[in-house]
């Protein structure tokens, strides 16, 4: 008996050390409004604070940012996808190119000249030092069709310092006869097949913008050094009939490690659902930042704190739910503020079966839900249940508008190019978009969970309905985006659904803060063009080229307000 009563007790003790193990690793989580909203209030608030620099890819900031969001992936009890069972995926990524000013340098008939002051490396040149004589090659095109070659009359050139002009021959226009020449980057490899040993590109046409003289971290260099000349050095070139140059170029780029972050839910069935959101943001600003001021950290509390915490909450909602008939993986991605680049690491690797992907959902900026509800969903032409199911989920706390396309600028567009249907969640620009006023304090939590209710709602609609079909969204002609070479500089209010183009703010020293624009103005009329909606507006915008003076008509309330604006 005492054997019996022993082996019964053994027998207790592992049944409840296995239900202590099974509710350890799926934790119960009080999925009431105000628990919610608590909780993303403290992920928030931890990954959105300025201890964590802003997250850019690839930093410390970064680092500090996973470590956080591992840490609530592992007490969820989300599993890992990877052989070393950890939560990351790595990836090297490009840093920023900077040009050491001692090791660059430009000298005309021995006379030196001021780096970036007077001239700066253009993305497309060598590293590298070169001596000779300049020869002005004029634009530097060939083009036959239009019998037209800068090069024709041109004898003993090879082996010298091209000068080029920057714009293109009868000013810069986008209608010219001549707009297609306009890429540098054939200009510079005629000059390479001319014999060109540097290059020194100029801008003689005040409607032609000079090049950025920051350098980006996407690179393309030639075989020579590539350099761009101020007014001075300009000048110098035009009133000196023989000169003698001197460039030396460096150029550096450090690369750095980022990370996915990958938690994943087995249900042992066929299909899984990929819930997204991306983690980095701008770090101190840069290249990407609306802000012009000193460096300042850019905490990026809606731009994608607010996504990144919502996919923390739906996996804490799903790990007990019934809903058992998809698996799901919970990405965190890096890099989509350099380019999507997580996202597109992620679909291009071998981390994960793409032909098991059932569908993907990316949250990216769902912090600001204004008073009226407004919500746009993107991605809808993707598959041809979303419009049904979109509708049939709203319980109408929210007012929702939709948009077919299934490319943007965020990182569901890395699965629709892998035939995956994608929806994107969004709240709409706002004036804090990309400056160092993203912060918590902004963020309508209540309005959050309200998202992630029907997000969740949405994923349990779907639930008996298997694989769903993908639908590459036609393009239609009108649809496509017109070529623009000048901007108002204002943020769309893509929850807008009247009349007119809505902005929701105005940048500092652009065309449209110049005009007046102010946050909830309406453009109605821009010159002669009509303005419905956002397609009408950039459509109106491609009539124009820098310098063009028109008319501004817009409303502000029930105000008709009009203004002269120049580009």
């Known amino acids: 008996m005492k054997t019996i009563d022993f082996h019964k007790q053994l ?8 239900f202590v193990f099974v509710n350890g690793q799926n934790k119960k989580y009080d999925l009431s409004e105000k628990n919610v ?7 928030l608030g931890v990954l959105a604070s300025d201890s964590l620099m802003g997250r850019e890819a690839g930093t410390k900031g970064e680092a500090l940012a996973y470590d956080y969001i591992v840490k609530q992936f592992k007490d969820i009890g989300l599993l890992s996808i990877f052989p070393d069972n950890s939560y990351l995926q790595s990836f090297a990524i490009k840093g920023n190119a900077i040009y050491e000013e001692k090791l660059t340098s430009l000298k005309l008939n021995n006379k030196s000249y001021l780096t970036e002051a007077r001239f700066f490396p253009l993305k497309y040149s060598a590293n590298g030092k070169v001596n000779g004589e300049l020869v002005k090659v004029g634009y530097g095109i060939n083009a036959p069709e239009l019998n037209y070659n ?3 009359n041109l004898n003993n050139i090879k082996g010298k310092i091209f000068v080029i002009e920057y714009s293109i021959p009868e000013g810069y226009d986008k209608d010219s006869k001549y707009f297609k020449y306009i890429d540098i980057k054939h200009r510079i490899d005629t000059a390479i097949a001319k014999g060109a040993t540097g290059i020194v590109f100029v801008n003689s046409d005040n409607k032609c913008e000079n090049p950025n003289k920051k350098l980006p971290s996407y690179l393309e260099p030639s075989s020579i050094p590539v350099i761009f000349g101020d007014s001075i050095v300009n000048k110098t070139i035009k009133d000196t009939k023989v000169i003698k140059a001197e460039i030396s170029v460096n150029i550096t780029q450090k690369e750095s490690i980022a990370h996915n972050i990958v938690g994943f839910i087995d249900n042992k069935a066929p299909y899984t659902v990929v819930i997204g959101a991306h983690y980095d943001h701008l770090g101190m600003g840069g290249e990407n930042s609306r802000y012009k001021g000193k460096p300042m950290v ?22 007990n739910s019934t809903n058992k008939n998809n698996n799901y993986l919970f990405i965190a991605f890096t890099g989509e503020e350099k380019g999507l680049l997580g996202s597109s690491y992620f679909v291009k690797s071998d981390a994960y079966d793409l032909n098991k992907i059932n569908y993907m959902l990316n949250l990216d900026m769902i912090g600001r839900l204004d008073s009226l509800n407004n919500m746009t969903i993107i991605g809808t032409g993707s598959s041809p249940v979303w419009d049904s199911i979109i509708k049939h989920t709203n319980n109408g706390l929210l007012s929702i508008k939709t948009s077919p396309s299934g490319v943007g600028g965020s990182d569901h567009t890395s699965f629709y190019l892998k035939n995956i249907p994608v929806l994107f969640f969004f709240t709409g620009i706002h004036k804090d978009y990309h400056t160092p006023s993203d912060d918590i304090e902004k963020i309508n939590f209540k309005g959050e969970y309200t998202i992630l209710q029907y997000v969740e709602n949405l994923i349990t609609n779907l ?10 969204v036609k393009e239609k002609e009108s649809d496509k985006p017109p070529k623009m070479t000048v901007t108002l500089g204002v943020m769309p209010d893509f929850a807008y659904n009247g009349k007119g183009f809505r902005i929701d703010g105005a940048t500092e020293g652009k065309p449209g803060a110049n005009a007046g624009l102010k946050a909830g103005d309406v453009i109605i009329k821009l010159g002669e063009y009509q303005i419905d909606e956002i397609q009408s507006y950039m459509k109106a915008l ?5 310098g063009d003076k028109t008319t501004l008509i817009y409303m502000r309330g029930e105000e008709t307000l009009n203004a002269e604006v120049q580009f």
Do not use: Q
């Open 11 to 18: 027998f207790a003790v592992f049944f409840f050390l296995l």
């Open 37 to 43: 909203e608590n909780r993303l209030k403290t992920d």
């Open 150 to 152: 800068d090069y024709k």
């Open 298 to 319: 850019h905490n990026g509390a809606d731009d994608n704190g607010s996504g990144t915490v919502g996919v923390i909450e739906l996996a804490r909602h799903l790990i």
């Open 463 to 472: 639930n008996d309905d298997g694989k769903l079909k993908y639908v590459k």
């Open 542 to 546: 491609g009539n124009y080229k820098k």
